[in-house]
């Protein structure tokens, strides 16, 4: 079975280190976003260049760079005693893989969107109230990184009340939830400061 995580890890890895941001720009629109906007690769940034359209179409590749993987891990590793742990590892390999791709000199999105595709899969009521938690942080501030945050917060916790502390979901949920804080550092510095554009930047 190790092997077999490993070479499932290495796929998450890659699948999740596809920029489709990045490409969408080069291959339809015929930039390069990471100059254009905030400069990230994200489906806000591609909006912001392309058209909402185009930005939920990224959007969903990324969550979905981080779903077929997780499910072509439990389907390959049989439901075992460790197909949990194995689903939890090719996750976060994914998630790696959005943050630091080989492909962009490790210089990736922010994780948004590939980290709810994890929690639908892993932890689908903790997804649903991060997206409760979104929209209810979203609509009077009309910050999407506060909306972003807020539902990353409400998901990582709603991750350890559902699953408790004793499963790997809701601690891969709490590394995933630190580094989307961590690729926000600067949208925390605006917000605190009042200085965050109401424009989208996730």
Do not use: C, Q
Not at 1 to 24: C, K, R, W
Not at 38 to 43: D, K, T
């Amino acid at each position: 079975m190790t092997g077999t995580l490993v070479l499932l890890a290495l796929g998450g890895y890659l699948a999740g280190s596809v920029p489709f941001g990045y490409l969408a720009g080069r291959l339809l629109l015929g930039v390069d976003v990471r100059r254009v906007g905030s400069g990230n690769i994200g489906a806000t940034n591609v909006a912001r260049a392309g058209g909402r359209t185009l930005g939920v179409a990224v959007l969903l590749l990324d969550a979905a760079k981080a779903i077929v993987p997780i499910l072509v891990a439990r389907r390959l590793l049989g439901g075992g005693p460790g197909t949990e742990l194995g689903a939890v590892t090719v996750a976060v390999a994914a998630f790696a893989g959005h943050l630091f791709p080989v492909w962009l000199g490790f210089r990736g999105g922010k994780g948004v969107a590939t980290g709810f595709g994890i929690f639908l899969v892993l932890a689908p009521w903790a997804a649903a109230a991060g997206i409760a938690a979104w929209l209810l942080a979203y609509a009077p501030t009309r910050i999407s990184s506060v909306g972003s945050l807020a539902g990353t917060a409400v998901a990582v916790i709603g991750g350890f009340a559902l699953h408790g502390p004793g499963r790997p979901t809701p601690w891969a949920g709490l590394a995933i939830g630190l580094l989307i804080l961590f690729r926000h550092r600067d949208n925390v510095r605006r917000i605190l400061s009042g200085e965050e554009s109401r424009r989208m930047k996730v």
